[in-house]
């Protein structure tokens, strides 16, 4: 099912796709990524390990001036999108607008539902059940809505900007920003915790896991949607994508079960050896799979350079 996906791709001339269409179903896309990267940071929040660094930050903002989460952010936000439209206005696109518009107050309103569904219900359980939860869905929200390449976050542009015109790696300009803003979040009251620091620095391979196994899928299927535009073409899109992730999900569990089958043949040496030799063969197809992903998305964003013009 894959290889037809490939095939379809193939076929898919930029020349031949329907703008209206096209940009339509990738502004759904981050609508609906966004939703649900606000889902896992409402899990975070009332779990209590922690948010984000710029939403920790509001969070304490809110309440020293006594306002909503969703004023706050909006605030905060439209400070940094004028600064962003002065010094880099191509970082702004449609999925700008409405991250900066919407996560706050859909933060505020799944609290409020949350509380009301769940009250009082803390405990250790919830706590870890929320932190894995919200973190899986705060990594594939962001994907999403950063895979329909319609603009970032007024916050996710500052770091790009830095590195381009301060000359530095653009990692260290991302590290820097969330440190400060994590350390502005702890001296003014915000939410900050365990789960902070995972978002800050390590949620970067779970991004990478959605990129590779949904929202490229959900962008090509979108492409191909284009070019034809049909309700038969839609129905074997979602077919495709949705074949192709289960069986990614089904291979996983499979090999994860083949491997605890064979951990009771293992002697302590052996067991020892095989720790050793899966770890270093990860650290190499880690920095294989990086360095495919850093292609990928160049080539993307050329052909949707190319597709926009």
């Known amino acids: 099912m894959i290889s037809n ?47 984000d660094p710029f939403t920790a930050m509001n969070t304490g903002l809110a309440a020293k001036i006594n306002t909503g989460l969703g004023n706050a952010q909006l605030m905060v936000n439209l400070i940094i999108f004028v600064l962003i439209l002065i010094l880099d206005r191509k970082k702004i696109g449609i999925g700008t607008i409405l991250n900066m518009t919407l996560v706050g107050y859909e933060i505020q309103w799944l609290s409020s539902a949350y509380k009301m569904i769940l009250p009082n219900s ?127 999900v089904r291979r996983a569990y499979e090999l994860t079960e083949q491997t605890q089958r064979q951990l009771s043949n293992y002697s302590n040496q052996e067991l020892n050896d095989r720790i050793e030799r899966t770890r270093n063969r990860s650290k190499q197809l880690g920095q294989v799979y990086e360095n495919t992903q850093k292609q990928l998305r160049l080539l993307q964003g050329e052909a949707d350079k190319r597709r926009n013009n």
């Open 122 to 248: 803390i405990n250790i359980f919830t706590t870890v059940a929320n932190l894995i939860v919200g973190l899986l869905l705060f990594t594939l929200g962001s994907s999403l809505y950063m895979g329909a390449n319609l603009g970032v976050a007024p916050y996710d542009a500052i770091a790009p900007i830095a590195s381009t015109r301060l000359h530095i790696k653009y990692r260290s300009a991302r590290i820097t920003q969330d440190v400060l803003f994590m350390a502005t979040a702890f001296f003014i009251g915000g939410a900050v915790g365990f789960a902070t620091i995972i978002v800050a620095f390590f949620t970067g391979p779970l991004i990478t896991y959605w990129d590779t196994h949904v929202s490229e899928k959900v962008k090509q299927g979108i492409t191909n949607f284009s070019s034809t535009p049909s309700f038969s073409t839609a129905g074997k899109q979602l077919a495709s994508v949705g074949k192709s992730s289960y069986y990614t």
């Open 5 to 51: 996906t490939k095939e379809d791709s193939s076929d898919s001339d930029p020349a031949n796709i329907n703008k209206f269409a096209d940009v339509g179903l990738r502004t759904l896309m981050a609508f609906v990524g966004i939703a649900i990267l606000s889902s896992g940071t409402t899990l975070l929040r009332e779990g209590n390990v922690g948010l």
